[in-house]
């Protein structure tokens, strides 16, 4: 097989991996998905890769016309194991989406667990609160009533940053529920 034929069969396969990158070419990942070494861009994202592909197949055929034999090797394996790394990721990505589901999920189970804990937090701080508040009607000298009151401060000002915590678990609950609604 002579090299325009090869360089032609290779373009039909950059360009069929170009059509399955597109319904995803934007789609922001949290991190790089490849070697460091693989893709000169850190990019995020599957179109970047693919344009970088694209480069690579220009550039080998730059070099074929000047017969660089070395760099057209090298050029070749390249675009050979970067071919092959988004074909993997555009394979993974029904389940990289199950496993997204997965996370979601249990953030939203954790933040169940946490609403749970908090609630039960304020039903003892209330109970901690009523218990000094009732000691402290109790009390008559001066100094232990102001001892009491301090300590009665203190309860209510952990009461106040538990019921507000139990606020901020709730939006984000709320928050959470309302993105799989929409």
Known sequence: MKIPALLDALKKQIDELKTRVEPIKDLEFSHSRFDMQL????????????????????????????????????????????????????????????????????????????????????????????????????LTDHRLQHQCQKELAVLAGRLYRCRQALLRIEKAIEHQENQYFD
């Not at 344009?51 to 050029?75: A, G, I, K, P, R």
């Not at 194991?81 to 996370?103: C, D, G, V, W």
């Open 39 to 138: 893709f000169s861009r850190k990019s995020t994202r599957l179109g970047d890769c693919q344009n970088e592909l694209q480069t690579l197949y220009q550039q080998l055929c730059h070099s074929v016309t000047l017969n660089h034999t070395e760099q057209v090797n090298f050029l070749t394996e390249k675009i050979v194991h970067q071919m092959q790394a988004i074909s993997r990721e555009i394979s993974t990505q029904a389940l990289r989406e199950k496993e997204s589901n997965f996370t979601k999920k249990k953030e939203q189970v954790d933040l169940y667990e946490r609403l749970s804990q908090h609630q039960d937090y304020e039903r003892r701080l209330q109970a901690m609160v009523s218990e000094k508040e009732l000691h402290l009607s109790e």
